[in-house]
């Protein structure tokens, strides 16, 4: 993987937990201890992404969440675009 840490890859990919919660007033995920959070990291390295949480966000939010959450970091959009998205 290149060296994106520090870039608007980061902090664009670290959107996405947050507008879930955001928007479906849920986390996208839950971690209990060490083992689970293992689990979680090894999950997100192999390209697994949480669901939309009961199909509660709408399809043009969501679709920007799932884009935020690529796993290739010049797939995610920058930050200007989030911000038009979001309006």
């Known amino acids: 993987?290149?060296?994106?840490?520090?870039?608007?890859?980061?902090?664009?990919?670290?959107?996405?937990?947050?507008?879930?919660?955001?928007?479906?007033?849920?986390?996208?995920?839950?971690?209990?201890?060490?083992?689970e959070l293992g689990t979680f990291i090894n999950n997100l390295q192999n390209g697994e992404r949480p669901s939309n949480p009961g199909n509660v966000i709408e399809a043009r939010y969501w679709g920007l969440i799932v884009q935020c959450w690529s796993a290739a970091p010049d797939s995610r959009p920058?930050?200007?675009?989030?911000l038009k998205r979001l309006q």
Do not use: C, E
Request: charged residues 10%; without cysteine; positive net charge.
């Open 78 to 82: 920058v930050i200007s675009d989030v």
């Open 1 to 35: 993987m290149p060296h994106v840490y520090g870039t608007r890859h980061v902090t664009v990919v670290l959107l996405s937990p947050n507008f879930t919660q955001i928007f479906s007033g849920k986390q996208p995920w839950v971690v209990r201890g060490p083992a």
